[in-house]
């Protein structure tokens, strides 16, 4: 435990520094945690005898976050021209590579890209929205707050299992315990570090979070329940790999930068 606590601790000044610090900082340092996601896909798909192209992934990777970080005006049509160019160069690889032929390791390829690059390029999306910075802490201690939640209300708790087959230590009190956590530390954040913020949009948003947070864990604890694999990886110690960390937030980024520039910002950005 105090392994855990003290990675947790050197993780959140990190960030905190990667995220005050913005510019090309914050590019790299997303761009090295996204290869890494990348790469423990690769690892764990392997296992099952599936190959994603990890470098071609890579090199579409820093290109598409590259464009998210220094085109302010950012066009998502990049996005599917990138999944599409991605399928096209997977396809002509397996073509020519005779010993793999297979549209099984083309649709995990594309898959990977989804699951770690479309998703990390939201932490990016955020930042260089106006207030950003606050924009960004905003969503991260929300998605904590709800991990924290459901993992304490859940041990004093937890009687009910939420999903079993997938994660055989998650309950349903857990689950709400996590998301009434959200609203209560996505309210108070707003409250006093963006005044501009309403109770009622910090409520929306903080069910939100509460809500795709949990199905981000869960979708990561079903990927390695199909490997067979504890963690993605031990990078981090006591908290496993850069996605056993991270899978909560990746989903809470996309749909935070929606309501928040939809509905908040009414699509006012710079």
Known sequence: ??????????????????????????????C??????????????????????????????????????????FNFIWVPFSMVILIVLECLYSIINNNRNRIIDVIYTVFSFIYTSFLFMYFILVRNLPNGINFAWWIFVTTWACDTGAFFIGIFFGKK??????????????SLGGALFSV?????????????????????????????SQIGDLSASLIKRYCRIKDFSNIIPGHGGILDRLDSALFSFPIAYIYIVMIILKGGLP
């Open 1 to 30: 435990m105090l392994t855990r606590i003290m990675s947790a601790i050197v993780g959140i000044v990190l960030l905190g520094l990667i995220i005050n610090i913005g510019g090309w900082v914050f590019f790299i340092s997303i």
């Open 184 to 212: 209560v530390v996505c309210v108070i954040f707003a409250r006093f570090l963006l005044p501009e913020v309403g109770i009622v949009h910090a409520t929306i948003l903080g069910v939100l979070i509460g809500f795709v």
């Open 32 to 73: 090295l945690l996204n290869i890494f996601a990348i790469y423990e896909l690769h690892n764990a798909f392997k296992k099952n005898d599936i190959h994603i192209a990890s470098h071609l992934n890579s090199c579409f990777t820093i290109i598409l976050l590259y464009y998210a970080s220094f085109y302010h005006k």
């Open 161 to 174: 299992l939420l999903v079993p087959h997938i994660s055989p230590k998650k309950t349903v009190e857990g």
